[in-house]
């Protein structure tokens, strides 16, 4: 287990608003096709949260989802028309090597929560798309596996709101699915070859404002250190100037170059905060200690 505590010192985070939006897919894996329809885990009262596994690839609709991107907006096939509220209605997104879930068990590896909403309303039109514009985008590698894991403990009066899937043999299972026992507590319930027509829109992982691009002088500091570093760096006004002038406005975000192909590794305790200064130099043989926000925390990161 490798740990880390980075602070940046650069431009002001405001936080942006997210919302749901509907459309076709940029890539998907099926869209009006399959062998089964589910209510799993929308229409489902009492609450359920379901995990879902795509294999590296399969997001081959129209052509084949490239290298380097990140996940922006989530979409799901629906077969029926409905809208209701949900209680906590959470997504979660993690890579894996595996090709298959694990038996009798929900999947515990690294997941980024992408979108939550203590309440929030969905709506869905009847055999069309359903997409949620995720709070913060996810780095996808085509070439690993995707766990997609969608839950709500709570939703009134709703019908119709049944996802589209196709149906494949078992063992390996693609699906797994546990029920809300009471207060979002979920116990699981079972799992099967269910693989949901699903599909994503992206955009490139690079930054569209930089001070640098070049792999010149590495450094291992901080990601290299099994032990854990501690770095601040501090950027000039002005520094954000290729391939042209940053204006003034929200980091949504945040891209380091690198110089050479790193893990993948899980960094325990990993932040970055950020702040401004009038400061042209960082203290001497100290740490910068003004106030900064806390704009990434993960407990555990792949």
Not at 109 to 115: E, F, N, S
Not at 260 to 273: D, E, M, R, V
């Amino acid at each position: 287990m490798k740990s880390w505590y980075m602070v940046f010192i650069a431009l002001l985070v405001l936080v942006l608003e997210f919302s749901v939006v509907s459309g076709q897919p940029q890539y998907y894996n099926y869209s009006n096709v399959g062998s089964g329809n589910n209510s799993f885990p929308f229409n489902v009262a009492a609450g359920k949260e379901v995990q879902y596994l795509f294999l590296a690839n399969d997001f081959n609709q129209p052509t084949p989802c490239p290298a380097g991107q990140q996940i922006t907006t989530l979409y799901l096939f629906m077969v029926g028309a409905g809208t209701g509220t949900f209680t906590n209605l959470t997504i979660k997104l993690g890579q894996t090597d595996s090709t298959f879930l694990p038996v009798g068990v929900m999947y515990t590896g690294p997941m980024d929560t992408v979108y939550y909403r203590a309440s929030g309303s969905l709506t869905s039109t009847a055999t069309s798309w359903m997409s949620i514009t995720l709070d913060r985008p996810y780095p996808y590698n085509p070439t690993r596996s995707l766990i997609v894991d969608v839950a709500q403990c709570g939703v009134a009066a709703l019908t119709g709101m049944t996802v589209r899937n196709n149906t494949q043999a078992i063992p390996p299972y693609k699906r797994t699915y546990i029920n809300n026992s009471g207060s979002c507590v979920y116990v699981y319930s079972g799992q099967d070859g269910s693989v949901l027509n699903c599909g994503f829109d992206v955009v490139p992982a690079q930054p569209q404002y930089c001070n640098y691009d070049t792999t010149a002088n590495p450094n291992s500091f901080p990601l290299n250190q099994p032990s854990g570093k501690m770095c601040q760096y501090l950027i000039l006004p002005g520094d954000f100037n290729r391939p042209s002038p940053a204006p003034s406005g929200n980091i949504t975000s945040f891209s380091l170059r690198m110089a050479a192909a790193l893990g993948p590794y899980t960094y325990s305790a990993f932040y970055i905060l950020m702040g401004q200064t009038t400061l042209t130099s960082l203290p001497t043989s100290s740490f910068y200690t003004s106030a900064m926000d806390t704009v990434f925390k993960r407990d555990l990161l792949t």
